[in-house]
């Protein structure tokens, strides 16, 4: 039925956008994704979204959902009987908001710093992405994922500390995390991005990067 | 049941985030036991419950703490699900709600915020910023709930109600303390009405603090800000 379809508004690299495709595919549901060209917005973007202009946008019912954590969370509420996001414990689940929101707030913000920086000042953003990785890293306490023996909302939102925040310091030629340093977070990485949904979701590694260091030059350049 | 157990509130009186917390207890009729911190001195309890953040508001339910105001709203609704709802049932409305309830957090306060923070230009210019998001809001209100105000049943406050209420419920004292209004039923007068309305419900009247005691820091924030060589705290 038309009315049931799901579309979603999505960006190839979005970290954001893709959260919501993993969300959607760990739950079985079929949806129809457009492409976004954020230098040129659709019109159907503009109007769903007027408020932030951003991807993602989730259309279902031709209702326009907006903001990946709502999305993620209406995904979980509206196709209860598939795959389990977020757990069903009230403390367990305030526990994953709350580091998917400190992801975001934190581990994202500092990353960008110290990337678009340089000399001391990276050397200060880094010890700051430092300190966050070993705070999120501590939540992990020996279990496979985050959300236990299988991927869950906490995982999804983590996603950048898996794939992006490496391509990143590459792109940067930083250091933000290795395997030494933070072993545990490297692992659940490593078998996170080797879970067969994840893995056909995340973005071309060598375009993410060409389009990242793309993005610094731009950031770095004298203005 | 999920719901029983101790409950204990780590606040401040005048945060509008651990406000919204205690709002929500009421609404919901738990029992809880309230502890006043001191954000110049925190208590060792304080940083071992929010090591992170090391800020309040921290809800501490049978021993565990949950931190971060939003999250500790979605908690509250979650475990104590039988009586007054936050949230409504339906999974649009509700992200509906969770939407506009992240704007005014992410967006909305800061700007508030910086107004109180600045005079002259500054302050002329955060006001415009201000006014756009009021104007946003209005519009978007409007659009996404076309019954008017999102409390649930109509009948308790609900989770937007709540945040509404703990950012613009002391509107009178921003509008003192800076000499202007900023709430203008004309340009507003769905927000305004909004917010008018719930500063009259009894959970949010005993939860006031006295109007001076707000007035007096308010405007204590407001001359540090500005005596700051950089002009902002």
């Given at each position: 039925?038309?009315?049931?379809?799901?579309?979603?508004?999505?960006?190839?690299?979005?970290?954001?956008?893709?959260?919501?495709?993993?969300?959607?595919?760990?739950?079985?549901?079929?949806?129809?994704?457009?492409?976004e060209d954020l230098t040129n917005k659709s019109p159907d973007l503009l109007k769903y979204n007027p408020i932030h202009k951003k991807v993602p946008v989730l259309i279902h019912r031709r209702n326009p959902i907006i903001e990946s954590h709502v999305i993620l969370e209406y995904i979980d509420e509206t196709w209860k009987t598939g795959y389990p996001l977020l757990p069903e414990d009230p403390y367990e689940r305030s526990m994953a908001r709350f580091w998917a929101r400190f992801v975001d707030e934190k581990c994202l913000p500092s990353a960008w710093k110290a990337a678009c920086s340089e000399g001391e000042e990276r050397e200060k953003f880094t010890e700051e992405v430092h300190g966050h990785l070993k705070m999120l890293e501590e939540q992990l306490r020996g279990k496979r994922f985050f959300g236990g023996d299988a991927v869950g909302f906490l995982d999804i939102c983590a996603s950048f500390v898996a794939y992006w925040i490496l391509v990143k310091q590459e792109a940067a030629g930083a250091e933000f995390l290795t395997e030494s340093k933070f072993p545990a977070l490297w692992r659940w990485g490593e078998e996170f991005k080797g879970c067969a949904v994840i893995k056909e979701t995340l973005p071309d590694r060598a375009r993410l990067l060409a389009s990242l260091k793309a993005y610094l030059e731009i950031m770095k350049a004298p203005k | 049941?999920?719901?029983?157990?101790?409950?204990?509130?780590?606040?401040?009186?005048?945060?509008?985030?651990?406000?919204?917390?205690?709002?929500?207890?009421k609404v919901k009729g738990i029992e809880y036991e309230y502890v006043e911190e001191d954000l110049m001195n925190k208590s060792s309890l304080l940083l071992q419950y929010n090591?992170?953040?090391?800020?309040?508001?921290?809800?501490?339910?049978?021993?565990?703490?949950?931190?971060?105001?939003?999250?500790?709203?979605?908690?509250?609704?979650?475990?104590?699900?039988?009586?007054?709802?936050?949230?409504?049932?339906?999974?649009?409305?509700?992200?509906?709600?969770?939407?506009?309830?992240?704007?005014?957090?992410?967006?909305?306060?800061?700007?508030?915020?910086?107004?109180?923070?600045?005079d002259g230009e500054a302050q002329a210019k955060a006001m415009e910023q201000l006014h756009?998001?009021?104007?946003?809001?209005?519009?978007?209100?409007?659009?996404?709930?076309?019954?008017?105000?999102?409390?649930?049943?109509?009948?308790?406050?609900?989770?937007?109600?709540?945040?509404?209420?703990?950012?613009?419920?002391?509107?009178?004292?921003?509008?003192?303390?800076?000499?202007?209004?900023?709430?203008?039923?004309?340009?507003?007068?769905?927000?305004?009405?909004?917010?008018?309305?719930?500063?009259?419900?009894?959970?949010?009247?005993?939860?006031?603090?006295?109007?001076?005691?707000?007035?007096?820091?308010?405007?204590?924030?407001?001359?540090?800000?500005?005596?700051?060589?950089?002009?902002?705290?």
């Open positions: 039925m038309a009315d049931e379809e799901v579309k979603l508004h999505g960006m190839w690299g979005s970290l954001f956008s893709k959260r919501v495709e993993m969300a959607l595919k760990l739950k079985g549901v079929p949806y129809q994704y457009i492409e | 049941m999920a719901g029983e157990g101790r409950v204990t509130l780590h606040g401040t009186w005048a945060s509008p985030y651990s406000k919204r917390v205690e709002l929500a207890l090591p992170v953040h090391k800020k309040i508001p921290i809800l501490v339910h049978n021993g565990k703490p949950i931190v971060e105001s939003m999250v500790i709203l979605e908690y509250i609704e979650e475990t104590w699900s039988d009586g007054p709802r936050l949230l409504p049932e339906d999974p649009y409305e509700r992200a509906k709600i969770r939407f506009w309830a992240t704007f005014l957090h992410q967006q909305v306060f800061e700007v508030l915020v910086l107004v109180l923070k600045t756009e998001k009021l104007k946003l809001l209005e519009e978007g209100i409007k659009g996404s709930f076309p019954g008017g105000s999102p409390a649930v049943n109509g009948e308790n406050m609900g989770l937007l109600d709540i945040v509404v209420c703990s950012y613009f419920g002391p509107y009178k004292v921003h509008e003192e303390v800076l000499g202007l209004k900023y709430l203008d039923s004309e340009k507003y007068p769905l927000v305004t009405s909004w917010v008018k309305s719930l500063v009259q419900y009894p959970a949010v009247k005993e939860s006031t603090p006295p109007h001076e005691k707000s007035v007096a820091l308010v405007r204590y924030f407001r001359e540090k800000a500005l005596q700051s060589p950089a002009g902002v705290l």
